[in-house]
């Protein structure tokens, strides 16, 4: 009986048929498998933008899974409770499902495990979500990476596996748990209007997660020479795919080596990037004050501005700082729920070295507003941007704007992309920035552009000062 009794994949980031570890397991073990998502206090207390490209990836995932005669069942609630709930509604013995390496994930994760291991069930995690799974990585000297570029040196020739081919089909259970609805979960409530606006920028799913590949595939050659800049499409767009899962970093890993053995162009920088999100898990899962607190400690002392309505805090919010660059960056998020990498450097410095600003608000705002969002990466790059985390020159790095956007978007394309005040003819893209944004911001595209809230020689200054004079915690 055992051996017949269902498998419960309770599923997560990971909304994928190929490259999946836990899926390949389940599948081939002969078992029935009833594919399963929890809507629990963890998914409840994402941003308003990821939580609702999350319930667009259960729609489509829902579909492939269809497609194939399985459900995906949907419940509410204590992930631990429900587990065992659907269980015992349906004989199940054993539960899979990926790894994830927040703290909040990690905790509740252990915990299930423990309490299920006492009533004599399987509870097994797999790999997927990473190329390298964080304690397998280490010095010579056997402890955890801090600097980035070492640790690209450690992985860059050391095998990758394979990726796991596509499920095609999944051994059904006799009779299928209850399921809540999907529109129950209620995903995007917080989207409010915003959804309209995001919505076309945005193609959920695997199949569109690997047709972003291929397409990238064909220009990568340019990946190095354009990747930073702004009025250029130079990027993977990848990242919101493989926040979710919706393609495994193992499928881009060789897609990109393959196309290296060719002698492609671009390959070597792209892999270093992919690494990069590696290296940002890696210290999440050693350090887990990452997402949390300073990863320095010294910096606890810094005077930040820790108030989230302090005018300048709510002109940047708004995308009205007067720096063209910073808020065209800003209001691409708004619009498309993304916002180009070089921007949100530019972006982050502004807030939390010309406006002085503790990063956390700062990475709060990109949780709440980015369908990409990661909370590893996310919390990597606002403290190495700050000066608080992995960099080896920290605070001194003080992009300046205008320079950025100089350098970066050198005819003015990204920013008259989305900035409409000031121009007698904007286009649809600035526009639609004034049907993302909140009413209560009462903003209008007539309205004047307003002056810098602080100018960048005084921001730089102030900033410096405030490094040079800080006490050691």
């Known amino acids: 009986m055992q051996e017949q009794a269902p498998i419960v994949l309770w599923f997560r980031r990971d909304l994928r048929l190929s490259d999946h570890p836990a899926l390949t397991a389940a599948a081939e073990s002969g078992r029935p498998v009833i594919p399963l998502f929890i809507h629990d206090d963890?998914?409840?207390q994402m941003g308003a933008a990821p939580k609702w490209r999350l319930g667009l990836g259960l729609e489509a995932f829902k579909a492939s899974l269809a497609n194939m005669g399985s459900r995906l069942i949907f419940r509410r609630g204590d992930a631990l409770e429900q587990?065992?709930?659907v269980m015992a509604e349906t004989g199940a013995t054993s539960v899979f499902w990926s790894r994830a390496y927040d703290p909040a994930s990690i905790e509740r994760d252990k915990k299930i495990k423990s309490v299920l291991a006492t009533e004599g069930v399987t509870a097994k995690s797999f790999s997927g979500h990473l190329?390298?799974?964080?304690?397998?990585?280490?010095?010579?000297?056997?402890?955890?990476?801090?600097?980035?570029?070492?640790?690209?040196r450690a992985v860059q020739g050391r095998e990758v596996q394979l990726p796991d081919a596509p499920i095609t089909a999944l051994k059904a259970p006799v009779s299928w748990p209850a399921s809540d609805g999907l529109s129950d979960c209620r995903l995007g409530g917080a989207?409010?209007?915003?959804?309209r606006v995001v919505r076309p920028h945005v193609q959920p799913g695997e199949r569109a997660a690997l047709d972003h590949l291929e397409?990238?595939?064909?220009r990568i050659v340019q990946y190095s020479d354009l990747r930073d800049r702004l009025d250029q499409d130079g990027t993977s767009n990848l990242s919101e795919y493989l926040s979710l899962g919706e393609i495994g970093p193992r499928t881009v890993w060789h897609m990109i080596q393959r196309a290296a053995l060719t002698g492609t162009r671009g390959t070597d920088a792209f892999l270093r990037q992919l690494v990069w999100r590696e290296f940002a898990y890696h210290l999440m899962f050693h350090t887990p004050q990452l997402v949390t607190s300073n990863w320095k400690p010294e910096w606890d002392s810094f005077p930040w501005n820790t108030d989230p309505d302090h005018p300048e805090v709510t002109a940047w919010r708004q995308a009205r700082t007067g720096i063209p660059v910073v808020d065209?960056?800003?209001r691409q998020m708004y619009v498309t729920g993304r916002m180009h990498n070089r921007a949100r450097m530019i972006v982050a410095s502004y807030l939390t070295k010309h406006l002085m600003t503790h990063w956390k608000i700062g990475m709060e705002w990109f949780e709440d507003c980015l369908v990409d969002w990661?909370?590893?990466c996310n919390a990597m790059g606002w403290q190495w941007v700050a000066g608080s985390g992995p960099d080896a020159s920290p605070f001194f790095r003080i992009f300046n704007p205008q320079t950025q956007a100089e350098k970066f978007d050198p005819d003015g394309v990204f920013v008259r992309h989305w900035i409409a005040e000031g121009h007698a003819e904007p286009g649809n893209t600035a526009l639609s920035y004034f049907d993302a944004a909140p009413r209560s911001w009462g903003l209008r595209p007539d309205a004047n552009y307003p002056k810098p809230i602080v100018e960048l020689s005084e921001g730089r200054t102030r900033a410096l000062r405030a490094y040079e004079s800080r006490k050691p915690h």
């Not at 990585?137 to 600097?147: C, D, N, W």
């Not at 989207?191 to 959804?195: E, K, L, S």
């Open 374 to 376: 990661d909370p590893a």
């Open 215 to 218: 397409e990238f595939l064909d």
């Open 83 to 85: 587990v065992q709930r």
């Open 191 to 195: 989207m409010n209007r915003g959804a």
């Open 328 to 330: 065209a960056g800003l």
């Open 42 to 44: 963890i998914v409840d």
């Open 131 to 152: 190329l390298f799974e964080p304690w397998t990585v280490a010095t010579k000297s056997g402890h955890p990476f801090r600097v980035f570029t070492p640790m690209w």
